[in-house]
């Protein structure tokens, strides 16, 4: 039993991109003490283990520095990556504490998660006064086509839109007091876009109920925003699209988005993986 850690940085071709995940490929003999220790000593804002069942399917557990969490994507994609590289290409189903992800590898080291059925909910006008204090942001900074509301896709993230990208580079926000928020409505991370076009937005995600202060790539958060345009039908013609992350942080990061016309079925993340020396 191998119970060493892969350090993977996801969503990038570049180990000084995308968004470091901790992986443990074969966490089985480890206990919840030591997983939460292990993401601590790390720093990353995720570590993922992953525990081999008797039919051949994974349970899946993520760490954040602080708590675990029920699900991460980008750590999905790290880990994934990881193991294929080891054990060769093809479809692997995971259990999360959400639910059932099923997540492939090409030969080319690509790999495609599938979440869990998203649901989109309205983002009531405390929760989002509150979030725009904590961040110093105005309402009449926001894009008024894509009006704030609360995403699931195997966590929850509130979305919302800056009208530019200006807004968007400048966040300097109070990290005590949204992630005092957060944890009272059970978010993960904010979902803070910028719509460049109908087929590329960037984004920032606020990450303080973990311990971090930004993720430079959220998988999760990908999804629940996949979930929230199909709701506000505002995905372009093709259903797919592209979320450039992790720029105004040094980590460039690159997330395709895709949406089945299925509301029920999962969104579909993409994104490569690199090992970090």
């Not at 525990?51 to 602080?66: A, K, M, N, Q, T």
């Amino acid at each position: 039993m191998n119970t060493s850690i892969q350090h993977y940085s996801a969503f990038t071709t570049d180990p000084r991109g995308g968004n470091p995940a901790g992986v443990v490929l074969d966490a089985r003999a480890l206990a919840d003490t030591d997983m939460q220790r292990i993401a601590a000593d790390l720093g990353y804002s995720e570590t993922a283990f992953l525990l081999l069942r008797p039919d051949g399917e994974f349970d899946i557990r993520y760490f954040s520095p602080r708590a675990e969490v029920s699900f991460c994507g980008h750590a999905t994609i790290a880990a994934m990556v990881a193991h294929a590289e080891r054990h060769g290409s093809g479809e692997r189903v995971l259990h999360t504490q959400a639910g059932e992800v099923r997540v492939t590898v090409d030969d080319a080291g690509m790999a495609t998660l599938t979440s869990v059925a998203p649901r989109v909910v309205p983002m009531t006008d405390d929760a989002l006064d509150l979030s725009l204090a904590a961040l110093d942001w105005r309402r009449d900074e926001l894009d008024p086509a894509l009006p704030p509301a609360v995403a699931y896709a195997g966590a929850w993230h509130p979305v919302i839109a800056a009208a530019t990208r200006a807004r968007l580079a400048r966040m300097d926000y109070a990290f005590d007091t949204l992630a005092s928020l957060m944890a009272q409505h059970g978010w993960t991370t904010l979902a803070l876009v910028w719509r460049e076009n109908a087929g590329t937005f960037h984004a920032r995600n606020p990450f303080p109920p973990g311990g971090v202060v930004e993720d430079p790539a959220t998988g999760a958060a990908a999804a629940a925003l996949g979930a929230y345009l199909a709701a506000r039908g505002a995905l372009p013609a093709e259903r797919s699209f592209v979320i450039l992350q992790g720029e105004d942080m040094g980590r460039p990061s690159r997330l395709q988005v895709s949406v089945p016309a299925d509301s029920g079925a999962g969104v579909r993340v993409s994104g490569t993986a690199v090992a970090i020396a």
